[in-house]
């Protein structure tokens, strides 16, 4: 039977339900398993209506042991809003950057709240890098548009109070943090402004959250200072329910930031956090005074509360199913006291009464919502839907096995099972996804406990691409069109299953259940991947940047993927005027799903080609339809496997570049794509293993690079750093990218004493002075000019020193707008018979942008004192 497609009030019900339902689970997880005490510290968190939100400008930004305390210890409903995704951040795990970087670390903040029981939600701001002042920032981002988002959570989450990490000022050490502030205050009475955004009120209400503090800290304030002044509790407690403090469920959660290297120690007993009030109404002994928690300030909720606390007082943890009864008769009266079509003039009246009755149907949708998930874990229900195939096209018909288990003594009906798919997605309209229904009745299982299921995808559905990066975005802001995604943190599933019927004789909720792809791996055992909608082919450019120091051709390799089985057609590259490719067009044919080749094109730029970047894109057309898209797959073990769909392009650049020297050594560090570079320009790169770092090995190396990090992140350059220096000191070339100022492997990286800082220059277009034009590297083999400064992105460079050695030379000076000059972005040392030279310019994410200035400055740098 097929339902016609949801009305757009229903999805956004149809969404938040499922949702909640979800609520401490993710897509790409194994159903959640609850034991006893977890059960008893869910029924008493259904008896406190109070919440809050956490409000900073990053991933890690946030206060783990805060939110660990206020959901598990006070129980209300926790969320974090971040700003940023974390785009603009370095990667301590691997060479992501950018887009790539912001999807690992979002699933590290959900991965997060998993542990410490909190929701998780965004903005549409892009994380554009370093900003060292809040006015920088708003020139970057939108400023209405963050504040739209943000105003849109504290409308439809309605918390108490509202938590900010940072001050509104300088002191927050960072552009966003600050900026992070002053958005939280306005939003705070921009939010219970009917004037402010009101474009949102069709689908929220105006929302006056009691008060808005800071969450400050000993970093924050002077060492000695007097904090009897602020509001101060003690979030160090200790929960026996979950047999932790809160300060170890906030190590485990901070420790899931891996690619800011973030990993925490637990703590355990007194930990105070302080609070000084922003906005709102002053609190002496409380977060949360003033605010009636209890289901008194719901309307009829009273006996909801009474309820509750008779299932509390029978809990019997030995056989949670015996509160099944119980919890049906509570989600009967939530039921009964919910607002049907319309508000009864006393419910009405009673929104209107300010911050303390949240919006009624809000709270009481997410604690029915609950309830229902409450009942299912109390009977032991195991539900979960699997995908025979971990990716499917459009149009394709899926079979989905459905494995519903009833591990208590109650007897359970399965009156209805139903899929609810994604029909049409469609990245400019402002209309949610619409999803479609096929229904079954009275479904029969083929195998004790389990249902196969047709899942027919739509013709129409489009690549399953995250939704914040299906439209396009600026250096600032992401583009979400579809409101009710703009500030959630995942893409909804391609598919939900869901089921309705009986238990104990008495009508039972719906349940659902995203559909995911499961595998068994020897090693692992059970693993699971969200199910993935991706095109019939995806084409993959092989390399970051193509670039071209004289007319010779190169080989750019093509890979075309199968999405379905029998896939034929042709690919062909699209280049800039000047340019051309042989040949013209390649056919490919794919038989089998997934079966992938590899094609070659010689690429090279004609007499006509002007100097500088420009794009190639590859083109594959199957049926008369053109496809440009990719597909790439980020595993790391600590969160989801993620699947992106990234645009088939790359940089070409044609640049006047001259080398010396051809073999180079390179010791990577966190992780970038330096080493692809330099083999663009034509040098032969080994890479090194910290074993191979002896004097014998490095002896036929013209140089030898150390990636971005190395020496934070390889702990053998303790013991090496002498084989280094003597390998410059023999007459070779030692290029030591960025290091992190904090924790480094041994106190002196150089063969002269310097420190690392934070220094760095954040405007990427920073006007350049070369401080002595007749320094060797800056002339051979390639003249560099201030010129070759310009079309950076996101950031000149980062950790300069701040002392050095006067053995060391500087080679530039720049500066960010209304500081003093910085000189240490290069220093280079003659030591012995060598070169030995430190650099914080963010060569690892220039190359990979193709940015010409970047190739040629390096060049020189790998090639000094080569004849």
């Known amino acids: 039977m097929r339902f016609p497609h949801f009305r757009r009030a229903a999805l956004a019900t149809f969404l938040l339900l499922t949702y909640s339902c979800l609520i401490g689970a993710a897509h790409a997880q194994a159903p959640k398993t609850w034991s006893s005490s977890e059960i008893l510290l869910g029924l008493k968190k259904l008896n406190v209506l109070g919440s809050a939100l956490y409000l900073a400008a990053h991933p890690d930004d946030e206060n783990t042991r805060l939110i660990a305390y206020l959901a598990n210890g006070r129980l209300v409903e926790t969320g974090y809003l971040s700003c940023t995704r974390g785009d603009g951040g370095q990667n301590l795990i691997g060479p992501e950057l950018r887009e790539q970087l912001g999807v690992i670390r979002t699933q590290e903040l959900l991965a997060a709240r998993r542990i410490d029981g909190g929701r998780q939600f965004f903005t549409r701001a892009n994380d554009f890098g370093f900003s060292k002042t809040p006015e920088e920032t708003f020139t970057i981002w939108d400023k209405e548009q963050v504040l739209a988002d943000m105003v849109w959570v504290i409308r439809q989450r309605r918390p108490d109070v509202l938590i900010t990490r940072f001050p509104p000022d300088a002191r927050a050490g960072h552009g966003h943090h600050t900026a992070s502030a002053l958005l939280a205050i306005e939003a705070f009475s921009a939010a219970a402004d009917p004037k402010r955004f009101p474009e949102q009120l069709k689908f929220v209400q105006p929302w006056q959250a009691r008060r808005l503090v800071w969450n400050t800290g000993s970093f924050f304030v002077k060492p000695g200072e007097n904090m009897d002044g602020y509001l101060k509790l003690d979030a160090g407690g200790y929960n026996p329910l979950l047999g932790q403090s809160y300060g170890e469920i906030a190590a485990r959660s901070r420790s899931q930031h891996k690619s800011q290297g973030f990993g925490s120690a637990a703590t355990r007993g007194e930990a105070l956090e302080y609070f000084q009030l922003l906005k709102g109404e002053p609190a002496k002994t409380d977060l949360f005074e003033g605010v009636d928690m209890t289901w008194n300030r719901v309307p009829g909720g009273a006996v909801v509360g009474k309820l509750i606390d008779e299932v509390i007082r029978k809990y019997d943890p030995s056989n949670p199913s015996a509160s099944v009864a119980g919890l049906l008769k509570v989600r009967e009266q939530i039921i009964q006291i919910r607002p049907k079509k319309k508000r009864t003039d006393e419910l009405a009246k009673a929104e209107r009464n300010g911050p303390i009755t949240p919006g009624l149907l809000e709270i009481l949708g997410q604690k029915e919502a609950d309830v229902e998930q409450l009942i299912t874990v109390c009977a032991g229900l195991y539900f979960e839907a699997t995908a025979a195939e971990e990716t499917a096209v459009p149009g394709q018909k899926l079979k989905v096995t459905v494995e519903l288990v009833n591990r208590s003594t109650l007897p359970l009906v399965i009156e209805e099972m139903w899929s609810s798919r994604v029909e049409i997605k469609n990245s400019n309209s402002t209309m949610s996804n619409q999803y479609a229904i096929d229904l079954i009745k009275n479904p029969t299982p083929t195998t004790p406990n389990k249902y196969i299921i047709d899942l027919p995808l739509s013709p129409n559905s489009n690549p399953s691409v995250l939704h914040w990066l299906k439209e396009h975005s600026t250096a600032g802001m992401y583009a979400v069109s579809d409101r009710e995604l703009r500030t959630e943190a995942q893409t909804p599933p391609v598919a939900y299953i869901h089921f309705k019927g009986k238990i104990g004789g008495v009508d039972f909720v719906r349940y659902d259940t995203p559909v995911q792809y499961k595998s068994t791996d020897p090693v692992e055992g059970e693993k699971y991947r969200p199910l993935t909608v991706v095109p019939p082919v995806a084409v993959n450019i092989g390399g970051r940047a193509y670039v071209f120091a004289d007319t010779q051709p190169k080989t750019v390799p093509v890979t075309l ?103 180079i050594g390179y010791l990577m560090g966190a992780g970038d794509e330096v080493p692809d570079a330099l083999r663009q320009v034509g040098y032969t790169v080994t890479l090194l293993k910290p074993e191979d770092v002896t004097e014998d090995r490095l002896r036929r190396f013209d140089a030898v690079v150390l990636g971005v990090r190395a020496y934070n992140t390889v702990d053998r350059l303790r013991s090496l750093q002498p084989t280094l220096l003597r390998y410059v000191e023999q007459g070779g070339n030692l290029v030591v990218q960025y290091v992190v100022s904090r924790g480094t492997v041994l106190p002196e990286i150089g063969p002269y004493p310097l420190t690392l800082s934070n220094d760095r220059v954040t405007v990427e277009n920073a006007p350049v002075t070369l401080l002595n034009p007749k320094q060797p590297l800056l002339n051979a083999p390639n003249q560099i000019t201030a010129q070759d400064f310009e079309g950076w992105v996101q950031e000149q460079g980062l950790y300069y020193p701040s002392k050095w050695d006067p053995k060391y030379q500087t080679v530039i000076s720049s500066h960010d707008p209304g500081e003093p000059a910085k000189e240490s972005a290069i220093l280079v040392a003659d030591y012995g018979k060598g070169h030995y030279i430190y650099t914080g310019l963010s060569f690892f994410r220039e190359l990979p942008a193709g940015v010409p200035g970047a190739y040629r400055l390096l060049t020189n740098m790998v090639s000094l004192g080569k004849k």
């Open 561 to 663: 993927r199968a999405g379905k089985a029998g896939v034929k057609g042709s690919v062909a590259l699209t280049l800039p005027a000047g340019w051309k490719a042989e040949p013209a067009s390649i056919s490919f044919d794919l038989a089998a799903k997934d079966a992938d080749q590899t094609v070659y094109f010689q690429v090279q730029p004609g007499a006509g080609a002007a100097e500088g970047k420009a794009e190639l894109r590859a083109v594959a057309t199957v049926d008369g339809q053109p496809y440009t898209r990719g597909i790439q797959t980020i595993q790391y073990n600590h969160i989801p496997t993620q699947t992106l769909f990234p645009e088939a392009v790359a940089p070409l650049v044609k640049l006047n570049l001259k080398r010396k020297g051809q073999e």
